[in-house]
């Protein structure tokens, strides 16, 4: 069984630039997580989604959004990046997000803002 | 303010021993909790997990005790094998029932000896 599948898997952006991150969930998990891990605030939840709709969201800016597809896939986008953006992006899947059920977490987007 | 914590940044076991490694919450609101491990360069893969309504769950050399009333759980390992070495986090969530989002402590390192 396929596990959390993220691309790219690392990208190198400017201050001021957009970025979109992909994440494709386990086969049949209907919730997605994002959250960004850095070496000061550690693993921090940016957003959910379940069924297209976002269910659940950290205290992150506006600049951070995403999205879900009909198919479960995700994406996140940043825009008007800055130096502190520089992270490991993760994106987790489970079956319905509720109900005791863990998540499981792709390799992440390494992410670097120059 | 750190809502999970693991006030050990590094622990160091000798292969065979038992490893046990410790989570505190503050939040009484969390009502399911969750160990995962992290080798550098690839995300946290869940390990084990407990809800609030039990005190103890094992899985093979994994087991998790939960002391609600200590909002404290930790993680016994045992034996303890060189391939464990890796950083732990836990992680906390509350079920709302309708999404949940995890709460994660700053990790531990933990370092199995020959």
């Known amino acids: 069984k396929a596990g959390v599948t993220q691309t790219p898997r690392y990208l190198i952006k400017t201050r001021g630039q957009q970025v979109t991150l992909s994440c494709s969930p386990i086969s049949g998990h209907r919730s997605v997580s994002w959250y960004q891990q850095t070496p000061g605030q550690g693993l921090q939840f940016l957003f959910e989604?379940?069924?297209?709709?976002?269910?659940n969201k950290g205290n992150f800016p506006g600049r951070f959004s995403g999205r879900q597809f009909s198919n479960s896939r995700s994406e996140m986008n940043v825009s008007t990046l800055e130096l502190g953006d520089s992270a490991l992006y993760l994106c987790?899947?489970?079956?319905?997000?509720?109900?005791?059920?863990?998540?499981?977490f792709g390799d992440g987007t390494r992410l670097s803002i120059l | 303010d750190q809502q999970v914590k693991q006030n050990s940044p590094s622990l160091s076991v000798q292969e065979g021993r038992i490893s046990i490694l410790n989570c505190d919450y503050t939040n009484s609101m969390f009502d399911y909790f969750l160990w995962y491990k992290k080798y550098p360069a690839e995300g946290p893969t869940f390990l084990i997990s407990?809800?609030?309504?039990?005190d103890k769950n094992e899985d093979g050399r994994f087991t998790v005790f939960l002391n609600k009333s200590a909002k404290h759980l930790s993680l016994h390992i045992v034996p303890s094998q060189p391939g464990d070495s890796a950083v732990y986090f836990c992680?906390?969530?509350?079920?709302?029932?309708?999404?949940?989002?995890?709460?994660f402590g700053t990790g531990t390192r933990l370092q199995v000896t020959l």
């Open positions: 989604y379940f069924s297209e709709t976002q269910r």
């Open positions: 407990i809800s609030s309504i039990k």
């Open positions: 992680a906390a969530s509350v079920n709302t029932g309708t999404a949940s989002k995890l709460t």
């Open positions: 987790a899947s489970s079956l319905e997000g509720a109900g005791y059920q863990p998540q499981h």
